[in-house]
């Protein structure tokens, strides 16, 4: 079963803009990730934030996790074509479980 | 290091047959986990093998079955296929025993059903 909702479910914005993506999940949770699929490839993992932790930066992207709203954002900065893709995050509801429980994902185009 | 490998990549069968998917994990990861991506359920759980051993399952029925090799390589099967079986099936692999979940995806098999 879904863990949650992404929101927007598509985003269309120009290069160089900022795409800002949002994940609620439905536990609680040990960490949260936000991955990247291109045309239905593999997914590519982005970035993990513990539920301990508020705010993580990694080069243009950004996270955030809010616990008592059950929400994460995925901030990406200076949009690129190459950023074109659907991103999806995921939670782990205990430490040492693999059992990932992931969102319907946000489509983003990014338009030259 | 090599990533995630599945094989096949592409697979066409019949209702009623069965098929074997293959997952070689990245060299020294111990868990691998296996999830079924589809346009209307999204990405969801089958399961997650650590040491040869199912350490956890997702709500599939018993047609779905899967097993991980002591060189941690895993193999799912699927047996009296359905229509509703066409999805692309990834593979994921983590170094497990770190606290980090981090999953490392490979390219995924895509099954059709016809």
């Known amino acids: 079963s879904q863990q949650g909702e992404e929101d927007p479910q598509a985003l269309s914005i120009q290069e160089g803009e900022n795409a800002t993506m949002n994940c609620s999940y439905k536990t609680s949770i040990n960490n949260l990730q936000w991955y990247r699929q291109n045309s239905g490839r593999g997914l590519v993992h982005l970035i993990l934030?513990?539920?301990?932790?508020r705010e993580k930066h990694s080069g243009r992207l950004r996270v955030t996790l809010d616990t008592s709203k059950k929400s994460s954002s995925l901030l990406i900065t200076a949009s690129r074509a190459a950023d074109t893709a659907s991103y999806f995050c995921?939670?782990?509801?205990?430490?040492?479980?693999?059992?990932?429980?992931f969102g319907k994902g946000t489509k983003l185009s990014v338009i030259p | 290091k090599a990533g995630v490998t599945q094989t096949p990549r592409y697979l066409i069968k019949t209702r009623g047959q069965q098929v074997t998917l293959s997952c070689s994990p990245i060299s020294g990861h111990r868990s691998v986990s296996w999830y079924q991506q589809t346009p209307g359920q999204g990405l969801q759980f089958l399961f997650e093998?650590?040491?040869?051993?199912?350490?956890n399952k997702g709500n599939f029925p018993g047609r779905f079955s899967g097993r991980q090799f002591s060189n941690s390589r895993s193999e799912m099967n699927v047996s009296t296929l359905e229509l509703g079986d066409s999805a692309l099936y990834l593979c994921?692999?983590?170094?497990?025993?770190?606290?980090?979940?981090?999953?490392?995806f490979g390219q995924g098999t895509r099954l059709t059903v016809v």
């Open positions: 995921a939670t782990d509801e205990k430490a040492g479980s693999y059992q990932l429980t």
């Open positions: 093998y650590f040491s040869e051993t199912q350490r």
């Open positions: 994921a692999s983590s170094p497990a025993g770190q606290g980090n979940t981090e999953a490392f």
């Open positions: 934030i513990r539920s301990n932790e």
